[in-house]
C-alpha cells in the first residue's frame, strides 16, 4: 500500500495550492479519503474528508469556503484545492485512507508553508 502527496510548497498569503495524493495497492474506489494536517506544536488535525464514491464532502471550519477536496476513482487520486491561503495553514499535509473500522492508511506527507 502507498499514498504519495505531492504539490506542497511555498506560497504568499492569498495564494493557492493543489495538493494531491495517488494511491496503490488497494482498492482505492472503495475507501473513504481524508487530508488531516499538522502544524509545528499541534496535534495533527482533519482538514477535509471525501466518500468512496465522492458524494459526499466535510470540511473544518478553519477551511470551509477555501479548500475543496475532490477524487478521481479511475486514476486513483484525491486531491485538496486550497485557495486564499493563509499563514495559519501552514502544516505538513497528510493523505488517509480508510475502510470502516480497520486501520487507516497514511502518506508520509507533504509540506505547505504560507508566507510573505
Known amino acids: 500500500v502507498q499514498l504519495v502527496e505531492s504539490g506542497g510548497g511555498l506560497v504568499q498569503p492569498g495564494g493557492s495550492l493543489r495538493l494531491s495524493c495517488a494511491a496503490s495497492?488497494?482498492?482505492?474506489?472503495?475507501?473513504?479519503m481524508s487530508w488531516y494536517r499538522q502544524a509545528p506544536g499541534k496535534e495533527r488535525e482533519l482538514v477535509a474528508g471525501?466518500?468512496?464514491?465522492?458524494?459526499?464532502?466535510n470540511y473544518a471550519d478553519s477551511v470551509k469556503g477555501r479548500f475543496t477536496i475532490s477524487r478521481d476513482n479511475a486514476k486513483n487520486t484525491v486531491y485538496l484545492q486550497m485557495n486564499s491561503l493563509e499563514p495559519e495553514d501552514t502544516a505538513v499535509y497528510y493523505c488517509?485512507?480508510?475502510?470502516?473500522?480497520?486501520?487507516?492508511?497514511w502518506g508520509r506527507g507533504t509540506q505547505v508553508t504560507v508566507s510573505s
Open positions: 488517509c485512507a480508510r475502510l470502516l473500522d480497520y486501520p487507516p492508511y
Open positions: 471525501i466518500s468512496s464514491t465522492g458524494g459526499r464532502t
Open positions: 495497492g488497494f482498492t482505492f474506489s472503495t475507501y473513504g
